[in-house]
């Protein structure tokens, strides 16, 4: 099977044998009532109030949406407001913590008895996905199309990102558990786990693991990125193609994180919502990288205070990685649900653009074989026939065209702004 393209990166995988560490608990925690694509929640409590760990703060009856849970005991201090980084604005409950860490006594495991019992779990337990794209898992998990594969993205492609990897070293019967229960309540004959080669000991691991489980089926895959995008996922492991205008489930596939099944597992088990995350900390101008296990809602600046991060140096601050990281504009801001990663970076250049040399390279980079060049000409003539020739839709913003650019032209960001012109004038 012919390989799609993508770039060769930097790993940078500074972490990948450093164990997950617990972060001091933080003084105040910001929980914005919206980290999940849909409909933001409504605060379930007020100013004053008392709250504990694992109890319910925010909801909505929107279909495209998770509840919000505590991730710590303590005192609601204010509900305040929260600017998204898509510039929309959402309730916050700020919690002045106690200290205590007291469990509310509605954290039970679920009782599960069916399929629709499941996936009414998996919503109670606030869980997104957690490789970055924050879809409620609930909602992936009910598709209206026939399932026959649950492909578990366990790729981890971006720089510096290990999170992922930690969570299969340390624990992957969780990995393991997690999927089969997938497998056992939506009745999918089989999974299968794509991981790069550059993480050995996840692969054997996870492989020792799996091998009481014919279903299961553990892939290494060639350390290019972006080899976890989803529709670059898929192809590898599976060798189908996700047209455009098309999910995964047309193609038979639910595609999770890997620590999205771990979650899973766990929360069965205890019924813990998802209230904490473990995240990479990294870049040149920390002073020691880890992975550290934070409650959702911790303060950016917490976590680079503990992994002594020289602020003075900071170029450049990063939700996730260098790739498709979204930039962190205030260190206040809060740690979400989907995050996996922050990078603190000195050594980061804004290269000044020349012209376009047309040397194809970001034609030969792109994974999809989509044409930048002629995309951003057909975007400056306004000319949406052209961008639906060209396939712009298709366009996943991985960044290679821009990464692979000698000219140094912002290439990614062109793209994304010729299709979203393109899905405008489409909805016209």
């Known amino acids: 099977m012919r390989k799609l393209n993508g770039v060769h990166v930097a790993h940078h995988k500074n972490t990948q044998d450093t164990a997950s560490i617990p972060l001091p608990?933080?003084?105040?925690?910001?929980?914005?009532?919206?980290?999940?694509?849909?409909?933001?929640?409504?605060p379930i409590v007020k100013p004053k109030d008392t709250v504990q760990v694992g109890q319910k703060i925010g909801?909505?009856?929107?279909?495209?949406?998770?509840?919000?849970?505590?991730?710590?005991?303590?005192?609601?201090?204010?509900?305040?407001?929260?600017?998204?980084?898509?510039?929309?604005?959402?309730?916050?409950?700020?919690?002045?913590?106690?200290?205590?860490q007291t469990v509310s006594?509605?954290?039970?495991?679920?009782?599960?008895?069916?399929?629709?019992?499941?996936?009414?779990?998996?919503?109670?337990?606030?869980?997104?996905g957690m490789g970055g794209a924050s879809f409620p898992a609930h909602i992936k998990l009910s598709p209206k199309q026939s399932i026959d594969t649950l492909a578990i993205n366990a790729a981890e492609c971006e720089p510096y990102i290990t999170s992922d990897c930690r969570q299969m070293i340390e624990a992957p019967e969780e990995v393991i558990d997690g999927i089969c229960q997938v497998l056992h309540w939506l009745h999918i004959p089989k999974?299968?786990?794509?991981?790069?080669?550059?993480?050995?000991?996840?692969?054997?691991?996870?492989?020792?693991?799996?091998a009481s489980h014919p279903e299961i089926t553990i892939q290494?895959?060639?350390?290019?990125?972006?080899?976890?995008?989803?529709?670059?996922?898929?192809?590898?492991?599976?060798?189908?193609?996700v047209m455009e205008g098309q999910l995964p489930a047309d193609q038979g596939v639910i595609v999770m994180n890997v620590s999205s099944v771990a979650f899973i597992s766990r929360y069965l088990k205890t019924g813990m919502p998802m209230v904490q995350r473990m995240l990479t900390v990294d870049g040149d101008a920390i002073g020691k990288p880890c992975?550290?296990?934070?409650?959702?809602?911790?303060?950016?600046?917490?976590?680079?205070?503990?992994?002594?991060?020289?602020?003075?140096?900071?170029?450049?601050?990063?939700?996730?990685?260098?790739?498709?990281?979204?930039?962190?504009?205030?260190?206040?801001?809060?740690?979400?649900?989907?995050?996996?990663?922050?990078l603190a970076l000195e050594?980061?250049?804004?290269?000044?653009?020349?012209?376009c040399i047309h040397c194809s390279r970001c034609v030969h980079a792109c994974p999809l074989r989509l044409m930048p060049p002629e995309i951003a000409k057909?975007?400056?003539?306004?000319?949406?026939?052209?961008?639906?020739?060209l396939k712009v839709g298709l366009c996943m913003n991985c960044g290679c065209c821009t990464y692979a650019c000698p000219a140094k032209r912002p290439v990614a960001e062109n793209n994304q702004l010729a299709k979203a012109y393109y899905m405008s004038q489409k909805k016209r």
């Open 25 to 42: 608990l933080p003084k105040l925690v910001r929980i914005p009532m919206s980290m999940h694509i849909g409909a933001p929640c409504m």
């Open 59 to 100: 909801d909505t009856d929107a279909a495209m949406a998770v509840p919000i849970h505590s991730g710590v005991s303590g005192t609601v201090k204010a509900i305040t407001t929260y600017r998204m980084s898509n510039g929309r604005t959402c309730p916050m409950v700020e919690i002045e913590t106690d200290g205590n």
């Open 105 to 128: 006594s509605a954290v039970t495991p679920p009782k599960i008895t069916d399929k629709a019992s499941f996936i009414q779990s998996i919503r109670e337990s606030g869980l997104v």
């Open 191 to 210: 999974a299968v786990v794509g991981v790069e080669a550059n993480k050995p000991e996840a692969i054997r691991l996870l492989t020792e693991k799996a």
């Open 220 to 241: 290494t895959l060639p350390t290019v990125y972006p080899q976890g995008a989803e529709k670059v996922l898929i192809y590898h492991t599976l060798g189908r193609t």
């Open 291 to 342: 992975n550290v296990v934070v409650p959702v809602g911790t303060p950016v600046e917490d976590v680079l205070t503990f992994v002594q991060c020289d602020m003075e140096r900071v170029k450049k601050l990063l939700y996730g990685g260098p790739m498709m990281g979204i930039s962190i504009p205030d260190p206040k801001d809060p740690v979400l649900k989907a995050n996996n990663a922050i």
């Open 347 to 355: 050594k980061f250049e804004s290269p000044k653009a020349s012209a």
């Open 378 to 389: 057909a975007f400056r003539q306004k000319d949406a026939a052209a961008l639906d020739k």
